[in-house]
């Protein structure tokens, strides 16, 4: 069973730091892209940072060069690195894979949810100002 399980949220002044976690049950070598998304209520869930199984980088414009996000396949492990958080980043995160064995169906690109077959849960971000 494919699982993603997301940790790190919490909460944090403007202007702070937070590393985002999730742990695969698969191995994430195997994936053609894992990302980050991101929502909050009325929104549509945004994507924030992707990595794809060659370390090719793709961030939303809106992080301004704040966010880093890195895998280690030793351990299956997605990492986002937030810093410079603003109010505006508060949100529930959601990590997202594309596994190489699930990589059928269209690609809307690394930043699109449709592109990706497996979710996380959530972290919770609250960025207070």
């Known amino acids: 069973q494919v699982q993603l399980v997301e940790s790190g949220g919490g909460s944090v002044q403007a202007g702070g730091s937070l590393t985002l976690s999730c742990v695969a049950s698969?191995?994430?070598?195997?994936?053609?892209?894992m990302a980050w998304f991101r929502e909050t209520p009325g929104k549509e869930r945004e994507g924030v940072a992707a990595?794809?199984?060659?370390?090719?980088?793709v961030f939303s414009d809106s992080m301004n060069g704040r966010f880093a996000i890195s895998k280690d396949n030793a351990k299956n492990t997605l990492t986002l690195q937030m810093n410079s958080l603003k109010s505006g980043d508060t949100a529930m995160y959601y990590c997202a894979a594309r596994p190489v064995y699930l990589n059928s169906g269209p690609w809307y690109g690394a930043l699109d949810l449709r592109s990706y077959r497996s979710w996380g849960q959530g972290t919770q971000v609250t960025v207070s100002s």
């Open positions: 698969f191995s994430t070598a195997y994936t053609y892209y």
């Open positions: 990595i794809s199984s060659a370390g090719r980088r």
